[in-house]
């Protein structure tokens, strides 16, 4: 094969990878609390699923949990959960996670609540954790997830 055969048949396949992840239906996952600003709380998107970040709003009233960084943690999981449910998953099906904190003192908290909700002996998700200046609403913690089928 020549040089310009496997650039072209490259360029083909790739071309052909993205028509087959654009051809998959995008559809808005509505799940957890109401969002508190212009974005969905999920997207199905075929085989993955993409869950917007979530801070621990309780869904009934809209208004942040009392309790601390644990209590914020534990909400945050359900209201992922119900954005999961929605699409036919569960935590199981997790591969990707960010978790902001805004005090970094807080995370063997967030750990022992986060790890929690997902099964023992299962896979754990990949998962990036960052402190930063300040979270919506005053709240302690927020997470987002990626899930596959």
Do not use: C, W
Not at 55 to 73: D, R, S
Not at 127 to 142: H, N
């Amino acid at each position: 094969m020549t040089k310009r055969f496997v650039y072209l048949l490259a360029f083909v396949l790739t071309v052909a990878a993205a028509s087959v992840a654009l051809a998959a239906e995008k559809k808005a996952l509505t799940g957890g609390t109401k969002p508190i600003g212009p974005y969905t709380p999920g997207v199905d998107l075929g085989n993955l699923v993409f869950l917007a970040g979530q801070i621990g709003l309780n869904p009934q009233t809209g208004q942040l949990v009392e309790g601390g960084v644990k209590a914020e943690a534990k909400q945050v999981m359900e209201n992922l959960g119900s954005v999961l449910k929605e699409a036919g998953l569960s935590y199981t099906h997790v591969v990707k996670t960010t978790i902001f904190l805004a005090d970094i003192n807080d995370f063997a908290a967030v750990n022992e609540i986060y790890g929690g909700y997902f099964p023992a002996g299962s896979i754990m998700p990949v998962r990036s954790t960052v402190a930063v200046a300040a979270l919506p609403r005053g709240a302690r913690i927020e997470i987002d997830f990626v899930a596959a089928r």
